[in-house]
């Protein structure tokens, strides 16, 4: 079974430049989770949505950040304009409806702003 | 307050020895799961074993064991006979339905260093 897909796997880019990464979620899975990761903060949540909608997306940091889900089948999450500090491991992750379900991640994308 | 605390950042254990690594929980909700997560090098999340708030047993998933104990708020895990592929970090975390929201919280993790 293919399992959560997350491209690109590295990122490196200048700071003002649009950043965008790409998640495909592990089919038949209703929930959709991007998260960050880096040293100083752990992980964080930064927005989930249920069946394409987003449901909580009090961790995005600020309105730079922006996460879509135009379909069961993909998501993205856009940083514009991106900063140094945004620099950080981006992991999506996908659980199938129930509470008790552990979440899939995705090999995680590794982003670097200069 | 924290909703999950591991209160270890590091250890080190000798290879084939058993390790406990802790997890404390903070919540009210009484439908929860507790999940336990490794962290390799490489860096990619994989998920160990997981314990429903509901469970009467503790879960087992071969070399892994939740140490439930809900009262305490407590979910710690056990690697038994641990190997050297062991080391990396370990994270605690708890999914609640938090009123038809789901939360999902992780803890600060804790690194594990298996000794040859």
């Known amino acids: 079974d293919a399992g959560v897909i997350q491209s690109p796997r590295h990122e490196v880019t200048e700071m003002g430049q649009e950043v965008t990464l790409r998640c495909k979620p592990i089919?038949?899975?209703?929930?959709l989770f991007w998260y960050r990761q880096t040293m100083m903060r752990g992980l964080e949540l930064l927005i989930y949505?249920?069946?394409?909608?987003?449901?909580?997306d009090s961790g995005m940091p600020e309105d730079r950040f922006s996460a879509k889900m135009p379909n069961a089948s993909f998501s993205t999450l856009k940083i514009q304009p991106s900063e140094p500090r945004d620099s950080a491991v981006y992991f999506c992750?996908?659980?199938?409806?129930?509470?008790?379900?552990?979440?899939?991640f995705g090999d995680g994308t590794r982003l670097s702003i200069l | 307050a924290q909703k999950i605390t591991q209160t270890q950042p590091g250890m080190f254990v000798q290879e084939k020895e058993a390790v406990t690594l802790d997890c404390t929980y903070d919540?009210?909700?009484?439908?929860?799961?507790l999940f336990w997560y490794k962290q390799p090098s490489s860096g990619e999340m994989i998920f160990l074993i997981y314990?429903?708030?509901?469970?009467?047993q503790n879960a087992t998933e071969g070399r892994y064991s939740l140490n439930f104990q809900k009262a305490r708020k407590s979910a710690n895990l056990v690697i038994s006979a641990s190997q050297l592929g062991d080391s990396a970090m370990y994270f605690c975390?708890?999914?609640?339905?938090?009123?038809?929201?789901?939360?999902?919280?992780f803890g600060t993790g804790t690194r594990l260093t298996i000794i040859p």
């Open positions: 992750a996908s659980s199938p409806t129930l509470i008790h379900q552990p979440q899939h």
């Open positions: 089919s038949g899975h209703d929930y």
């Open positions: 949505f249920n069946n394409n909608v987003p449901i909580d």
């Open positions: 919540t009210s909700d009484p439908s929860y799961g």
């Open positions: 314990q429903g708030s509901y469970d009467q």
């Open positions: 975390a708890m999914r609640e339905e938090a009123g038809g929201n789901e939360k999902l919280t």
